[in-house]
């Protein structure tokens, strides 16, 4: 690769940039090196303009590289930044291949490079709604007492495995803790408790997977994330790592053997009983089964009204792709009655079960009002 491609030159004025970063950073706590750090990996103009997440990979990639190659102990000071904040695992791993060889050589470490990224984690709490359609976390963490800050997440878990809503960093601890407990006694119906930390971290990187995904994909409007995503996306990450050196394992999505009993369980069951019996009924069972599971994505027994409302309202159940008009005509009382047995079977508390009815019932008349719609003749 000669010296004209244009991406040894960016490679090596990122190099620069870090090093000139890092030369002002040099008896900084460690805690001052990560917020610059995430700053940096975050990509973006001054004018808010940022890289795509494919872009900013590869050229990180690049100048990790580029400062392997460079004898300075500034070098090495960016090297343990990358070693500590970077978002890729093989990235992490590489800037420490990098600067242990360079200190092996007889450059000094940065003060702050045995500290950096090893904070205490003081406390997790989260709210959550009954559904799983909302979680609230707040993780708090410092440096054995010192530099205390925390971050707050609020994620709405009715698109994919859960996206951002609102992300904060706050030195305001205990302001947030009373925030986050002043949640459980407001009217939400909002559960406040302890956060495995496991589970935690699970739903952060979740999050981050979901968010990143969205904001890549140009033709998703409206933007679906806070501002700040981007400027604390690596810190969070990194906060989530610290959480837990495991992540709680996903609950296992029913395979089709799985779905077939639940459908059969459900058609012996009370909730059942006022429904046709038939081929009929059946079909529209299938039809509403594989609906939540292949385009809505969930567990066709985890449902909430939210949830609810926006997947009996995609148009994929609109009368004109229901070929089958005696589906069309059982579809929206097979839907209520899916979903009130639903609630029995994961034993929903009495004002948890009304608002999911509240919602069905809100539900069932779309389908209905559309379905008589379509069978309008001129």
Not at 34 to 41: D, F, G, H, P, R
Not at 63 to 73: A, D, N, S, Y
Not at 256 to 279: I, N, Q, Y
Request: hydrophobic share 40%.
């Amino acid at each position: 690769m000669g010296d004209s491609d244009p991406s040894v030159g960016r490679a090596s004025a990122g190099a620069d940039f870090l090093e000139w970063n890092f030369s002002l950073k040099s008896e900084s706590s460690p805690w001052s090196v990560e917020q610059a750090m995430t700053q940096l990996l975050a990509h973006e103009s001054a004018e808010g303009f940022t890289l795509s997440l494919a872009v900013s990979v590869r050229s990180d990639a690049e100048v990790i590289h580029e400062l392997g190659q460079r004898k300075t102990p500034t070098a090495v000071a960016a090297l343990r930044g990358f070693q500590a904040m970077s978002t890729v695992d093989t990235q992490r791993e590489l800037a420490q291949v990098h600067a242990d060889r360079l200190v092996e050589q007889g450059l000094p470490e940065p003060p702050w490079a045995s500290t950096i990224g090893r904070v205490r984690v003081d406390s997790c709490w989260w709210a959550h709604d009954r559904f799983d359609e909302t979680a609230i976390l707040l993780c708090t963490f410092s440096y054995d007492g010192d530099d205390e800050h925390a971050i707050l997440a609020m994620i709405d878990r009715t698109l994919g495995e859960g996206l951002f809503r609102e992300l904060t960093l706050s030195i305001g601890v205990d302001s947030l803790l009373d925030v986050l407990h002043g949640i459980g006694e407001g009217d939400e119906g909002l559960v406040v408790e302890p956060l495995d930390p496991a589970y935690g971290r699970r739903l952060l990187e979740e999050a981050i997977a979901t968010s990143d995904e969205l904001t890549e994909d140009r033709e998703y409007e409206p933007r679906p994330v806070p501002r700040a995503y981007r400027k604390m996306r690596a810190l969070t990450l990194a906060r989530a790592r610290a959480l837990s050196d495991v992540v709680a394992p996903a609950e296992p999505f029913p395979d089709s053997v799985e779905l077939e009993l639940l459908k059969r369980t459900f058609l012996a069951s009370g909730a059942a009983s006022g429904l046709p019996t038939g081929d009929v009924t059946r079909q529209a069972v299938d039809l509403l089964v594989a609906h939540f599971v292949e385009q809505v994505g969930c567990h066709p027994l985890h449902l909430g009204p939210r949830r609810v409302l926006a997947a009996l309202g995609m148009s994929d159940l609109a009368p004109d792709n229901l070929d089958n008009p005696d589906v069309q005509r059982i579809f929206p009382d097979v839907a209520e009655a899916w979903i009130s047995w639903t609630a029995m079977e994961r034993a929903l508390p009495d004002d948890a079960r009304e608002r999911l009815e509240q919602a069905t019932k809100e539900a069932g008349a779309i389908l209905r009002s559309t379905g008589n719609e379509g069978r309008e003749t001129p």
